[in-house]
């Protein structure tokens, strides 16, 4: 049977028309952003540059397209329709009349669904990864900076060993089938998902040490919500079942970050050693606060320039790391939509076809562009103040 | 200086050996043994003689026995038959000791390969010419444009110039070599037809027609990166004194940013090139499975996949040898270079 086309400029449009949901977030979002400016911070100081405005513009753009995806994609981005295989962009699927925008992939898959439904795995995935490696790093990098002496030593030479490690390297060690059988990836995530927790203990107990109505309310919420999310994602024991992480997943998640927060260390604890220095640290000093008060809350929050841009540009790393994985079929399950898997199986076949190919690379590169854009933009507003 | 670099290479010393042991350890992890017996006989071997295998082989000895004798502190031993007290060689195609010596990293033997039935020696170190011969041509390519990018869009903060190039650089950062090899080879192969999608055959030898596509998918990563630090240096430099002075003294815009500017705004860029290489690691295992080319990368990926014990070994003691090295020289260099920084 012949496969009936729509026109290329058909297509251009169909998509656009299919992105509806996201439009309408994006103009509502960007419009109230951009309007309430000057009362938005540094949020607000982004819209002030072509390129802050390009960075969250594209950064939100697939936020929407995550949040969306199942409205977005006319397919499952799992499910096979024979006598779509290989088809080229704008094929008409007969039996719902509905289109495959880019084509069909080698196991007839429709490419534009599974562009769509990757986004949702890599937004997931790559902020979440990034938020742990954060909590690992500050407060590793905290009391390296801060104390400096052995522990210092002892803490820079492990993140060290970790950075002398080539990434790929490291994902062929630690992302193999084999390794679930073995209980390493639990420990690594027992020992990774434990730091956010004592992270907010801390943070709590050192301000409100003499506030008990607040801190043990504070401390309640931590322990609770930490421990719930702590079965969940270790032990896959959540008591109400909303917490669940797929073991493949977890394997990556902390493989991801394992390789990051070494870096996240470093940076924190070089500018723990910077601002020690400081005026405001002394006098905290002199009025008697416990060495963990000064690193939280005044060595901290006068960071958080920085961290926050490497934050940004770190999502952009995570999500390479993420494609990187995907394209040596590392962790993932074979027929994932994510952007890596769909990148390897698509480049073997660039001789024959290269549709299936172009939709997930422009994804994944615009994506961490648009991250880097924010990045750059935002480092040039701090360096304003 | 000379106790710096001593105390450099100690620590040095001392991260290779730790990170081998997490390697031996990883790859000696249950499964990945399983894996390798499985691999290594034939199909549909049934679980007592998977078992049989490993302990023949030695690999059911003592963990920190192992690897002591990779290490070459310990003696390795052949195989010996229990029944006749013969020995036999562990494995035959790589001249293996038939009766205990020290035969570890520390000799110079670097051990068996499993998969490619050769010492380890023997394919590991054609494979590093490849990749070098294709690292040099990436920094030949990355260092000059990079350097130019950065420079004249440093050269005058803000300009259009400078707008456009640290977005070029910016798309280059966010490009990874996956993502242009695939457009790469989509444009110039593909579509253009100019250049060839897969380099298998530069191992013959290479032509401007085989290897360019590696080459820049390659270098393409490094270049923004190399380039933003170059600008943000060069912007540092043209706001000193000593460059007002120059200008104001009559020198020609073009003579200042020559004669002036560079020298002391090439400074930081050094440092960033040399610590490129971890990711240019990276990049050329990608690169090389994209691309087919036999080198480091595609051994490395080949290792892992079959956990071939020994050449992952292998692999990984030159890879954190090559990331640690040029991080001392990033930091010896940088001291030689900036005379106001001192190395104690």
């Given at each position: 049977m012949q496969t009936e086309y729509i026109s290329a400029f058909d297509v251009v449009l169909g998509v656009l028309w299919r992105f509806w949901p996201v439009w309408v977030a994006l103009i509502l979002v960007m419009g109230a952003s951009f309007s309430y400016r000057r009362k938005l911070g540094l949020y607000g100081q982004l819209f002030d540059s072509g390129v802050g405005i390009a960075g969250v513009f594209i950064c939100l753009f697939w936020l929407f397209t995550a949040i969306f995806a199942s409205t977005i994609s006319p397919f499952d981005p799992l499910a096979q329709v024979s006598v779509m295989k290989d088809t080229l962009p704008g094929a008409i699927e007969p039996a719902s009349k509905l289109v495959y925008y880019f084509g069909g992939d080698k196991l007839a898959r429709d490419v534009f669904s599974r562009m769509v439904y990757g986004s949702q795995i890599v937004l997931i995935i790559a902020p979440a990864a990034t938020g742990f490696a954060l909590m690992v790093g500050i407060t590793l990098g905290l009391p390296a900076g801060y104390y400096g002496g052995k522990i210092d030593t002892l803490l820079s030479f492990l993140a060290n060993l970790v950075l002398a490690f080539p990434v790929i390297l490291l994902f062929y060690l630690l992302v193999?089938?084999?390794?679930?059988?073995?209980?390493i990836p639990y420990a690594m995530a027992g020992l990774f998902f434990l730091f956010p927790i004592i992270f907010f203990c801390v943070l709590f107990w050192t301000r409100y040490k003499n506030r008990p109505d607040r801190l043990y309310i504070l401390l309640g919420i931590t322990l609770v919500v930490g421990g719930w999310i702590y079965a969940g994602l270790?032990?896959?024991?959540?008591p109400l079942k909303i917490v669940h992480i797929d073991p493949n997943q977890l394997n990556i998640f902390v493989a991801v970050v394992f390789a990051s927060s070494p870096g996240v260390f470093r940076i924190v604890r070089g500018l723990t050693m910077d601002i020690k220095t400081r005026d405001y640290v002394a006098a905290a000093q002199t009025r008697g606060e416990s060495p963990w008060y000064i690193m939280l809350w005044e060595i901290l929050p006068n960071a958080r320039g920085p961290l926050i841009v490497d934050a940004c540009l770190r999502i952009g790393y995570t999500t390479i790391l993420l494609g990187t994985l995907g394209y040596f079929g590392l962790?993932?399950?074979?027929?994932?939509?994510?952007w890596g898997t769909a990148i390897k199986d698509a480049s073997r076949l660039l001789r024959s076809f290269i549709h299936p190919a172009l939709p997930p690379t422009i994804a994944l590169m615009s994506f961490v562009l648009g991250l880097n854009l924010l990045a750059d933009s935002l480092r040039e507003q701090s360096m304003k103040d | 200086m000379f106790s710096f670099i001593a105390r450099r290479i100690g620590t040095i010393l001392l991260t290779m050996l730790c990170l081998t042991l997490v390697v031996f350890f990883l790859v000696n992890l249950e499964p990945n043994l399983k894996k390798l017996a499985i691999s290594q006989t034939?199909?549909?071997?049934?679980a007592d003689q998977l078992e049989s295998w490993l302990v023949n082989h030695g690999y059911r000895q003592n963990f920190f026995l192992r690897y002591g004798q990779w290490l070459g502190v310990l003696p390795k031993h052949p195989i010996t038959?229990?029944?006749?007290g013969k020995t036999t060689q562990?494995?035959?195609?790589?001249?293996?000791?038939t009766e205990p010596q020290f035969s570890g990293v520390l000799q110079g033997d670097f051990g068996c390969s499993t998969k490619f039935k050769t010492t380890v020696a023997a394919k590991l170190f054609p494979a590093l010419g490849a990749t070098g011969l294709l690292m040099f041509w990436v920094l030949a390519v990355m260092v000059p444009i990079s350097l130019l990018i950065g420079i004249l869009a440093g050269?005058?903060?803000?300009s259009r110039t400078d707008r456009v190039l640290s977005v070029a650089s910016i798309a280059s950062t966010a490009t990874p070599e996956y993502v242009s090899g695939v457009i790469f080879t989509v444009i110039f192969?593909?579509?253009?037809?100019?250049?060839?999608?897969?380099?298998?055959?530069a191992s013959q030898g290479i032509t401007f027609y085989n290897f360019t596509l590696p080459v820049i998918t390659l270098a393409i990563y490094g270049i923004g990166y190399i380039a933003r630090m170059t600008r943000a240096s060069m912007v540092e430099v043209m706001t000193q004194q000593y460059i007002r002075t120059a200008r104001l003294k009559g020198l020609s815009f073009s003579s200042v940013v020559i004669k002036h500017a560079l020298r002391n705004a090439l400074i930081a860029p050094f440092t960033v090139i040399m610590l490129q290489f971890p990711w240019l690691l990276t990049g050329v295992v990608i690169v090389e499975v994209m691309f087919r080319y036999q080198g480091f990368g595609y051994t490395l990926v080949e290792a892992a996949g079959n956990n071939d014990i020994d050449l992952l070994l292998g692999c990984s003691l030159v890879s954190v040898f090559i990331v640690l090295i040029t991080q001392l020289i990033s930091d010896v260099g940088y001291a030689f270079l900036n005379p106001r920084i001192r190395v104690q």
């Open positions: 193999t089938p084999g390794i679930m059988d073995t209980p270790v032990f896959d024991k959540d962790g993932l399950a074979p027929e994932s939509p994510d | 034939e199909m549909h071997t049934p038959d229990p029944a006749t562990r494995f035959s195609f790589c001249n293996d000791p050269m005058r903060e803000g192969a593909s579509w253009l037809g100019w250049l060839n999608g897969s380099a298998a055959s």
